[in-house]
């Protein structure tokens, strides 16, 4: 089943929609970033993972400064139409701090305070 | 390396964080809801996903009333501590559609409008 963009409820995220990036062969879920329009567009163009930076503001591309790019193989949608499942081949890591994911650190009862 | 809740970003989402929960065995990615302090404390203390309603503005546990529920098997945080990935066993279907996952439906180029 296929959906078009105008189904995609960018509203409730004040216009931004959480996107799960996941490697194609591994499944490792890679890291959470998030869309608007713009973005998701620039995605379906390209080929290439294209996401909102919210600190930013602005438009970016994964891998534009590292090299690090995420080439898009299927982008899925939730049953609310409001986040996104993006599957890709990820060149080199996709974590800044040099790791191959962004989770990375496990959270352990004993340690809750 | 395991983190505690005090050092989690409650704050950017307004007090919630995006949770992605993905199926232990097959490591497909099942869903995406949200956290408070307060559900991410009952998921620790009971082992079976708690989550936010954001529609309901309350706590929820996971298959509450469709008996799907979620034994949590990990708990990791991503680098900017704004972001959880649950590893879970899933019983029955995670989606409210009757799928197994949230994510059955495709986003194909030729069809954006």
């Given at each position: 089943?296929?959906?078009?963009?105008?189904?995609?409820?960018?509203?409730?995220?004040?216009?931004?929609?959480?996107?799960?990036?996941?490697?194609?062969?591994?499944?490792?879920?890679?890291?959470?970033?998030y869309?608007?329009?713009?973005?998701?567009?620039?995605?379906?163009?390209?080929?290439?993972?294209?996401y909102?930076?919210?600190?930013?503001n602005?438009?970016?591309?994964?891998?534009?400064?590292?090299?690090?790019?995420?080439?898009?193989?299927?982008?899925?949608?939730?049953?609310?139409?409001?986040?996104?499942?993006?599957?890709?081949?990820?060149?080199?890591?996709?974590?800044?701090?040099?790791?191959?994911?962004?989770?990375?650190?496990?959270?352990?009862?004993?340690?809750?305070?």
């Open positions: 089943m296929a959906v078009r963009i105008s189904e995609l409820n960018f509203s409730k995220g004040g216009g931004l929609i959480p996107v799960v990036t996941q490697d194609v062969n591994t499944n490792e879920v890679l890291m959470v970033a869309m608007n329009e713009e973005s998701l567009k620039k995605t379906l163009d390209t080929g290439f993972a294209h909102w930076s919210r600190s930013r602005s438009l970016w591309m994964k891998g534009e400064t590292s090299g690090n790019t995420q080439k898009v193989k299927s982008i899925m949608i939730d049953c609310d139409e409001d986040t996104i499942l993006l599957k890709v081949e990820q060149k080199g890591n996709a974590c800044h701090t040099g790791n191959k994911t962004c989770f990375y650190r496990r959270i352990e009862k004993p340690l809750v305070i």
